[in-house]
């Protein structure tokens, strides 16, 4: 009998070792080496009928290249096409990454059942019927989706060839395992092999197929890292799971850019897209609080304005607590400093809490300004005016600094009735006669000055 080969692999990154050792010398982890079973066959996989992929590609002159525009398959949700740059492109492997129970298997299923297309979604973690359950709720008129629970790829594409779906979407890369390799399902080298079969078979078939990966502890999809380079595009859903509010992103984007940005919301009806977000992310009381504050933020290319709320409160321990939700502790540990030697407010002994409203997250240095006129709100106890805006970053020394684009965050300001936006002096304006106020301040006293006395 054959000898059977095995191989040591670095879980975390992937690396390969003929031998086992403690720390792993390509990322320095320790502990991370698997002893997994290898099994060397020339025919693998997906299996094409015709043999045209044979022939040989030649190196064509740049001009000869057919350059027209990629075409797109719509995905019926405008949220994903704009994420995706325009619709999902033929040929192409995304993978859809996230932590547990935010929502991806909802994303994909209901773009499943609302694509034009014959779909196959293919699941390993949940039966027939519970996807039926949900499906029922997100869309009950679908026709043309067909569900398969099946983890093994060789079955998979037995299937593809009776179904010979236009689109196929797996869920998830980590429960899938090939014939051709011997260890369990999810480790390195299954992973790697199950995707590069899916990867052959979207290449010579051009049929998109979109992957859902687990993400580890760290926020990095499980996995070899090397598989976020073997495909065309990463996304990444993300979001607060007690809040209503999920943010896609992309990553990676072989066809479009990676500044998009799309939202939805988690209803007991599957995602709702949010087209117009800034409106809901500002909550609308009637009463003047302190301690809240507007910033105009941008993600991506989409301007967003976003409520920031602050609490300041004399410290019951010896060591003032500083806790954020949404925010960088670090940098609002910086702008405490800043305030307190440069605009001599005393914080020191006080506890600051930090909230980011809606369960975003936000690491865009604009919102700085925002931040710093919440906590002296709330430390003033004077409310700041509801149609008030901020934009602009701080730095070290106090002063007030420029941030990009900051026209389209006063136009969207202007637009959602704003009567003040506070912008950093250094920025050059060449808008024509604004309906909105715009305030250019260089440093914090100006903005105190303004807003408490
Ligand atoms: P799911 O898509 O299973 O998450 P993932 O695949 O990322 O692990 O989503 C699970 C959560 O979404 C679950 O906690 C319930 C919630 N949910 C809704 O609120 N409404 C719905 O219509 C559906 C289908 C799920
Ligand atoms: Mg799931």
């Excluded at 679908?142 to 869920?171: A, R, V």
């Excluded at 010579?204 to 598989?227: R, S």
């Excluded at 984007?253 to 009806?269: D, H, P, Q, V």
């Excluded at 305030?439 to 100006?446: A, L, N």
Aim: proline share 3%.
């Amino acid at each position: 009998m054959a000898k059977v080969k095995t191989t040591f692999f670095c879980q975390n990154c992937g690396t390969q070792y003929a031998k086992w050792q403690g720390q792993c010398s390509s990322c320095k982890e320790w502990n991370t080496l698997v002893e997994e079973v290898v099994q060397k066959e020339e025919k693998k996989g997906w299996k094409p009928t015709d043999t045209s992929s044979k022939r040989t590609a030649k190196p064509l002159r740049i001009q000869e290249i057919d350059g027209s525009q990629e075409m797109r398959m719509s995905s019926g949700g405008l949220e994903f096409d704009r994420v995706l740059g325009g619709g999902i492109v033929p040929g192409s492997v995304t993978l859809l990454g996230g932590e547990p129970g935010i929502g991806k298997s909802t994303l994909l299923l209901q773009i499943a059942l609302h694509l034009p297309f014959k779909t196959l979604y293919v699941s390993g973690e949940e039966s027939q019927k519970q996807i039926k359950m949900r499906a029922e709720r997100i869309f009950p008129d679908s026709q043309q989706c067909y569900i398969l629970t099946e983890t093994k790829t060789q079955n998979i594409f037995k299937q593809i060839e009776t179904t010979e779906p236009d689109i196929l979407i797996i869920d998830s890369i980590q429960t899938l395992h090939t014939d051709y390799i011997e260890s369990s399902a999810g480790s390195i080298s299954q992973i790697r092999e199950c995707t590069s079969e899916l990867i052959k078979f979207a290449k010579e078939t051009n049929t998109p197929v979109i992957l859902i990966g687990h993400i580890t502890k760290d926020g990095h999809i499980a996995g070899p890292k090397i598989l976020e380079h073997m495909v065309d595009t990463v996304l990444q859903f993300e979001g607060d799971r007690n809040h209503v509010y999920r943010i896609l992103r992309a990553l990676k984007n072989r066809f479009g850019s990676t500044a998009e940005l799309g939202i939805y919301e988690m209803l007991g009806k599957g995602l709702r897209e949010v087209s117009n977000p800034s409106e809901i992310l500002i909550s609308k009381t009637e009463e003047e609080l302190s301690g809240t504050a507007i910033a105009a933020t941008l993600e991506g290319m989409r301007p967003l304005m976003i409520e920031v709320q602050a609490l300041v409160s004399t410290a019951v321990y010896g060591t003032p607590q500083r806790t954020t939700t949404g925010y960088n502790v670090k940098r609002l540990n910086m702008l405490l400093a800043v305030l307190e030697k440069r605009a001599g407010f005393r914080l020191g002994a006080k506890d600051v809490f930090l909230n980011i409203t809606g369960g975003i997250s936000i690491e865009e240095p604009a919102i700085d300004l925002a931040v710093v006129a919440a906590i002296l709100s709330s430390n003033e106890d004077v409310a700041i005016e509801k149609d008030f805006c901020f934009a602009a970053e701080i730095g070290l020394a106090g002063e007030i600094r420029p941030v990009q684009r900051v026209e389209q965050r006063i136009l969207e300001a202007e637009k959602l009735g704003f009567s003040t936006i506070f912008v950093s002096k250094l920025n050059k304006l060449s808008i024509k006669n604004p309906q909105i106020n715009i305030r250019r301040v260089s440093k914090i006293e100006d903005v105190v000055a303004f807003l408490f006395e």
